[in-house]
């Protein structure tokens, strides 16, 4: 199976961020152990880094994206993208841009722990607890 990881779940494995460290981290074991292969957007890695410098430091913030570059697979945000994300009916602009990166990899699902942010997709849109229990 093939998933876009929303940058949350990605940030609670990350920052160690309770409750959902736990569930998060089995996700990614599982991209680790092949069971699934995880994307990322290209854009989440600013993101990711931009929180991790705010709330660890400068060094935590580097050493998680690289992390990231090491674990998983990235979906390109071009201007096509950017303006299909533009184009879409969702209220959030970067929930848009996920659900229209993981329409153009044709990727399985998109994962996250908000999924009533993303009732206008086209893909599966699954949350941690889902995705765990269709691998096990």
Same mark, same amino acid.
């Given at each position: 199976?093939?998933?876009?990881?929303?940058?949350?779940?990605?940030?609670?494995?990350?920052?160690?961020?309770?409750?959902?460290?736990?569930?998060?981290?089995?996700?990614?074991?599982?991209?680790? #152990?092949?069971?699934?292969?995880?994307?990322?957007?290209?854009?989440?890695?600013?993101?990711?880094?931009?929180?991790?410098?705010?709330?660890?430091?400068?060094?935590? %913030?580097?050493?998680?994206?690289?992390?990231?570059?090491? %674990?998983?697979?990235?979906?390109?945000?071009?201007?096509?993208?950017?303006?299909?994300?533009?184009?879409?009916?969702?209220?959030?602009?970067?929930?848009?841009?996920?659900?229209?990166?993981?329409?153009?990899?044709?990727?399985?699902?998109?994962?996250?722990? #908000?999924?009533?942010?993303?009732?206008?997709?086209?893909?599966?849109?699954?949350?941690? %607890?889902?995705?765990?229990?269709?691998?096990?």
């Amino acid at each position: 199976m093939r998933i876009l990881l929303d940058t949350n779940v990605v940030l609670d494995v990350l920052l160690k961020r309770e409750p959902w460290v736990s569930e998060a981290s089995a996700i990614w074991q599982a991209n680790d #152990d092949g069971r699934l292969v995880g994307h990322l957007m290209a854009s989440a890695l600013t993101d990711i880094y931009y929180v991790a410098r705010r709330l660890v430091d400068r060094e935590a %913030a580097r050493a998680a994206v690289e992390t990231c570059l090491e %674990a998983f697979e990235f979906c390109p945000v071009d201007r096509h993208a950017l303006e299909l994300a533009h184009l879409h009916p969702g209220a959030d602009f970067e929930d848009n841009l996920q659900m229209v990166c993981a329409e153009i990899a044709q990727l399985d699902a998109i994962v996250t722990r #908000d999924p009533d942010d993303f009732k206008v997709a086209t893909v599966a849109v699954l949350t941690p %607890a889902q995705i765990l229990a269709q691998l096990s």
